[in-house]
């Protein structure tokens, strides 16, 4: 009985660590990580070449930096040569660092670590992993309380890594639980059976006891969730989860190659160990506990900020345009539209549908040509969920719901004035107009335009469709929980939103860092999914005219793509469909980039010259479109969306 209660006791025990031993320790660990890290660059100096992996020639033009003196750094850094001498450099003050000492000196070496591998990390871009942001963050706090004479403030910085620490771990574990492939036990083969982090004989373990490998990979889920549970019960599980991390990281590095993470991670623990500890032990006596109410304080207030903010953009998305307009749906959906372009007259209605995970809005370049150069009506409109269009239908969402809402809202537009209908849409919008114009009449179908459509065979006949899809659901799932607890405040403006029309961006913006988009997006996908892999039946034909518009990094990289786009000319009964190839556009900028999406609205006014009814008009000097333009810097705003 005593050696069981002794056992115990040195299990479910805090881990007594005093300040100075904390820092040493950390310090020595994490410069490990930095002299790791750069050994392996030296030792693979060939992606530093020409045509290499971190050439600088081509990684200069993916960073976005506008400050010309910081660019000048850059390029600077960018050097091989110099690259070269700041690794050498840092590998030294590494082996430094790992020496016996405890002076003040130390925390010099400690801060010039941190920066070397600050002005590094835009260098190797590809290559750097999560030990480059723990080191840079350890050895910042290390260096500046080595620095400090007050134990106060070293105490506040021991907190504030213990803390990052534990939001490390629970915010990794909570969205690894988000999504269903850790839970169900399957994201341990799929790694284990990728080229980059794969181990064949850990596969196969997994395969062979499915069991096992679920209850491991359900024992890192527990760890990492629960990781902040080393402050209750005077910090008596210290040892076990700490314990558990360590090897943890130990396990990546030898399976998953990921050799500084055993030491890089680890750093953190002796500040947990430091902090976790009770402040009646002797060898923590007069730690400065008044970080933790000071960062409790800052995370209400961030909270509240964060709160307010997502009220803001919620309501931004959910006002609309000045002139939004809204429609019942057989489901009782609410549709948000915008109508511009000429009210009357004998030319089609344009109606434009959105992809998954889109806005409205996207199409604000082709639509403003539309408006500008023909005499065509036209309606964009979020389907339900998106923006202001509300969803209020109680039944298991499909695809067939939106088709539904389509075909209501063409019938809505057109009937007072009997006048034709021209659908356009992208990506899954290509596939919700096809599945209507199958049940619209022919007689009211002026033609399709399909926008690098998706195709209900892809998820079955590409597989470059079927890896993308398998990942799809997990994250659109994590992106609308962390939206929902106000992470919004924290998102970055995507570098494609400023290719939009100025007077959009800030509307398109709001919609992206709130909720319900990719709420909308989760549920369509879920349904997508299990319509397009269950999909057998041919293609029902079409008699209107179908053109198909395609990316052309799409068609290239995907050969099965552009077969299945051509499949889908051929569905057409009208002599005039065609296949249309946009040079040099991707399945996103084909809209979203000026010159390309001029283009493209060049292929669809074209196609709708064909019908006697379209006529074009003449662009007045305030209207007129430079197809030459490319920068996406045109500030008007046009009459469809307000």
């Not at 992206?512 to 029902?540: G, I, T």
């Amino acid at each position: 009985m005593n050696l069981a209660r002794k056992l115990v006791s040195a299990v479910f025990s805090p881990i007594p660590v005093s300040r100075d031993r904390a820092l040493g320790i950390s310090e020595r660990l994490v410069a490990a990580t930095t002299l790791t890290s750069s050994l392996e660059y030296l030792s693979q100096r060939r992606h530093l070449e020409k045509g290499g992996l971190n050439d600088w020639e081509i990684m200069r033009e993916e960073e976005a930096v506008d400050n010309p003196m910081f660019r000048c750094v850059l390029d600077l850094v960018g050097d091989r040569r110099v690259t070269v001498g700041l690794h050498v450099t840092r590998a030294a003050v590494s082996i430094a660092m790992m020496l016996p000492g405890n002076s003040r000196w130390r925390g010099a070496g400690n801060l010039a670590l941190s920066g070397i591998t600050a002005i590094l990390y835009p260098r190797h871009r590809f290559g750097t992993d999560g030990s480059d942001q723990v080191s840079l963050l350890v050895q910042s706090a290390t260096g500046a309380a080595r620095l400090s004479s007050s134990p106060q403030t070293q105490d506040a910085l021991l907190w504030y890594v213990a803390i990052q620490a534990n939001l490390s771990y629970a915010a990794s574990g909570w969205v690894k639980l988000l999504g269903d492939k850790w839970r169900s036990g399957e994201a341990l083969p799929g790694v284990m059976r990728t080229k980059t982090y794969g181990f064949e004989k850990v596969y196969r373990f997994s395969k062979q006891h499915p069991r096992a490998s679920t209850m491991i990979q359900h024992g890192v889920l527990a760890m990492e969730c629960l990781f902040p549970l080393v402050y209750v019960a005077g910090g008596r599980f210290a040892r076990p989860f700490l314990a558990s991390a360590a090897s943890f990281h130990v396990a990546n590095g030898f399976v998953m190659g990921l050799g500084r993470f055993m030491t890089a991670f680890p750093s953190m623990h002796p500040f947990v160990a430091y902090t976790s500890t009770p402040r009646s032990h002797p060898v923590i006596a007069g730690r400065d506990d008044r970080m933790v109410p000071a960062a409790l304080v800052a995370l209400g207030v961030s909270a509240a900020v964060a709160g307010t903010v997502a009220v803001q953009k919620r309501l931004k998305t959910l006002q609309g345009w000045g002139t939004s307009r809204r429609i019942t749906t057989r489901h009782g959906n609410e549709l948000q539209f915008e109508s511009g372009g000429t009210p009357d007259g004998e030319s089609p209605i344009v109606i434009f549908v959105a992809g998954l995970a889109a806005t409205a809005e996207h199409f604000a370049w082709i639509s403003e040509k539309i408006v500008t150069e023909t005499d065509c009506g036209l309606i964009v409109y979020a389907r339900a969920g998106y923006a202001g269009s509300r969803r209020r239908s109680r039944a298991d969402y499909t695809l067939q719901e939106s088709v539904d809402d389509l075909l209501d809202l063409c019938h809505a537009v057109t009937a007072p004035s009997g006048r034709k209908v021209a659908l356009v849409g992208h990506s899954l919008g290509g596939e919700i107009i096809r599945r209507a114009a199958s049940e619209m009449d022919p007689e009211t179908l002026e033609a399709l335009v399909y926008l690098d459509p998706s195709h209900p065979a892809e998820l079955q006949r590409s597989e470059a469709q079927d890896l993308g899809a398998r990942n799809l659901h997990g994250a659109l799932t994590t992106a609308t929980w962390a939206l929902r607890l106000g992470t919004g405040i924290l998102m970055s403006r995507p570098r494609w939103l400023d290719s939009l029309p100025p007077a959009y961006r800030d509307k398109v913006f709001a919609q992206y860092s709130d909720a319900r988009l990719w709420s909308a997006a989760s549920r369509e996908w879920r349904a997508v999914e299990k319509d397009f892999r269950s999909h057998s039946a041919d293609v029902d034909p079409i008699a209107a005219c179908g053109v198909v518009v395609a990316a052309q990094n799409t068609v290239d990289q995907d050969a099965e793509q552009l077969a299945m786009y051509e499949e889908l000319v051929r569905t057409h009964d009208d002599p005039s469909s065609e296949l249309r190839v946009i040079p040099g556009t991707d399945h996103d900028s084909m809209l979203t980039n000026a010159r390309h999406a001029h283009l493209v609205a060049d292929v669809i006014i074209a196609h709708l010259q064909r019908s006697r009814h379209v006529d074009l008009m003449e662009p007045s000097a305030d209207s007129d479109v430079d197809l030459a333009r490319t920068d996406g810097h045109d500030t008007r705003k046009v009459e469809v969306l307000g």
